[in-house]
């Protein structure tokens, strides 16, 4: 018994070596330094500029089909992604391994707002709609690197795409690069992808609804 007591001691330490040299050798996504904030703000403007718009949630916001609430861990929805491939493309051009950083961007939001580039509700803090414009954007590419990953996942999205939609991600797609031993950080206890906070997809007071016939 005493030996076999031991035994599985030495099991039990040698998988927990294993384990920690796994996690250590697991690469996460840094966003790079030299984006700047000018940058992403020309990306956000040539977007809305493109849609004749000034109401980005209305441009990035889930479709119809869903989903109405959403979070870090929420799977990559086909259809949200073909609405918004065009802008994850242009902020791959700036971020090939699909990175941001959260402060840039909302100093991005927050330059454009006060060059009347950008719409917000004036019923709500602009704060918060900048956090939820900022966050809507990282969850989007977090959904493409999920792709990226994926063969299954890819497969599954394909069949509820047509075949444009289909190219348009395949191209985003290609765009992205992710460094080998990439670990996402839902996998990663404590990072950022790892909270399971939703945000609601629906208007919220003051926000412009605009209905398509």
């Known amino acids: 018994m005493a030996a076999l007591s031991l035994i599985l001691e030495e099991r039990k330490r040698q998988s927990g070596q294993a384990q920690r040299e796994s996690f250590s050798s697991k690469v996460r996504l840094v966003a790079d330094p030299t984006t700047s904030v000018a940058d992403l703000a020309k990306v956000f403007r040539q977007y809305l500029e493109h849609h ?13 089909s869903g989903p109405h609430s ?19 493309y242009d902020l791959l051009a700036l971020a090939p391994n699909s990175k941001l950083a959260s402060k840039k961007v ?15 509700p004036p019923n709500r803090q602009p704060q918060a709609t900048m956090d939820r414009l900022d966050t809507t954007v990282r969850i989007l590419l977090a959904m493409l690197r999920s792709l990226k ?8 999205c394909w069949r509820l795409l047509g075949r444009e939609e289909q190219v348009m991600l395949e191209i985003a797609l290609d765009k ?21 906070q939703e945000i609601q997809a629906a208007p919220m007071p003051g926000d412009l609804v605009i209905f398509s016939p």
């Open 176 to 196: 992205l690069q992710l460094p080998p031993g990439y670990c996402p950080e839902s996998q990663i206890k404590g990072g950022e992808e790892d909270s399971g």
């Open 70 to 88: 959403y979070s870090w861990q929420t799977s990559p929805q086909p259809q949200w992604l073909a609405k918004t491939a065009g802008l994850l």
């Open 106 to 120: 909302l100093s991005s939001l927050d330059l454009l707002c006060k060059n009347k580039v950008l719409w917000l």
């Open 149 to 156: 990953m994926s063969e299954e996942l890819r497969s599954k």
């Open 52 to 64: 004749k718009s000034e109401d980005l949630w209305a441009l990035i916001c889930p479709p119809p």
